[in-house]
């Protein structure tokens, strides 16, 4: 069967790869279509420090149940998958959050994944929604964000900052608006918030033009969002979550910032704040994301930049890394 192999930092092409048959108690699956996302890229240019090559990327999957279904998933549903491990015995997995095993293993970054014609699936990882191949594919990169909200509590009424609009801070501004808060999306690129506000953003920042605090204190009328999710992983944007949020406020960190990050740990008493991390997703924010999805809340089609067959995805990541500028998603068709 055809893949997409990662040989090496930026040495990649679809090539001819065994097929071998699922395990006992898996579904096969035939991939439909792949999303690619930031850590592709950085796995591409070498910078993810979690991938080992040879690799076949993939976990924003689309795909079709050809054996192994079930009365509830039978054979030609279509589905997307829950690309993540779990050990079952660490920490994170006996507090019942395997979203953040120890030990996880995501498909196309620890193991291979699914940019290839068939791969086989436990089914229990499988979800099928009423929806379309590509917004099938947009349900795992935004669940991480709406994972992000489940992490902040956010709740109606409620001011919820999320600072960066790309497709994981995307998520979040969903998920903030469908939780019934008022939302503002913070970046520096107009078109990243036109697109955060079909997806439900109340109010928009450009940090080139708009200063930061003044327009947060506006909004929230002197006292500051009850929410910051921060999505970019910058220092300063690492900062300016604890600095902004209210008083008693709960600050979400989704992003990895680069370098140690400084900070004036008075306000993390002084303001008694809640600062939490948010990792990969859990079942029930894939659950709430097709909900969302099937309700036509998400501008699906306006957030893909390009559909392209599997042959053209070394060309695409390859632009992608020099003009990264130029796209929001690129899904690959597999077949």
């Known amino acids: 069967m055809k893949a997409l192999i990662l040989e090496r930092p930026r040495d990649i092409a679809v090539r ?10 898996e579904a096969l699956l035939q991939v439909r279509l792949v999303g690619l996302c930031g850590t592709d890229l950085n796995s591409f240019r070498g910078r993810n420090p979690l991938v080992s ?22 054979d030609g549903a279509n589905v997307t998958v829950y690309p993540y491990s779990q050990c079952g015995a660490c920490a994170a997995c006996l507090r ?3 979203n953040a095993c120890q030990h996880n293993q995501t498909l196309g970054v620890q193991r291979d994944g699914a940019l290839r014609e068939f791969i086989s699936v436990a089914p229990n990882k499988l ?6 191949l590509q917004e099938l ?3 795992e990169p935004l669940s991480v964000g709406f994972h992000a909200a489940a992490r902040g509590e956010v709740r109606p009424g409620e001011i919820a900052v999320v600072i960066g609009c790309g497709g994981v801070g995307l998520g979040a501004v969903a998920a903030c608006a469908f939780r019934g808060a008022e939302t ?3 970046d520096v690129d107009d078109h990243k918030l036109e697109i955060a506000k079909l997806a439900g953003a109340t109010h928009c920042i450009n940090t080139e033009r708009q200063e930061l605090h003044a327009s947060l204190q506006e909004i929230a009328q002197g006292r500051g969002p009850d ?10 944007t690492f900062r300016a979550a604890v600095e902004e949020v209210a008083f008693t406020g709960r600050v979400v960190y989704i992003g990895y910032a680069k370098e140690p990050v400084s900070y004036e740990t008075r306000l993390f008493v002084q303001k008694e704040l809640d600062i939490r991390g948010s990792r990969n997703a859990l079942p029930e924010d894939f659950r709430e994301v097709i909900r969302m999805l099937e ?3 998400f501008p699906a089609r306006e957030t893909i930049t390009t559909v392209a067959p599997l042959e053209k995805g070394p060309e695409l990541l390859s632009d992608w890394d020099a003009t990264p500028a130029r796209y929001s998603k690129i899904m690959l068709q597999v077949s």
């Open 16 to 25: 001819e790869v065994q097929a071998t048959g699922p395990a006992a108690c």
């Open 53 to 74: 090559y040879p690799r076949i990327p993939g976990h924003e999957i689309a795909a079709t149940i050809v054996s192994g279904g079930s009365a509830t998933l039978p």
């Open 96 to 98: 019942g959050r395997p």
């Open 127 to 132: 979800f099928p929604a009423r929806l379309e």
């Open 137 to 139: 594919c947009l349900v």
């Open 184 to 186: 503002v999306a913070v």
């Open 227 to 236: 929410v910051v999710i921060e999505a970019i992983g910058l220092p300063q």
């Open 295 to 297: 309700q036509g809340r």
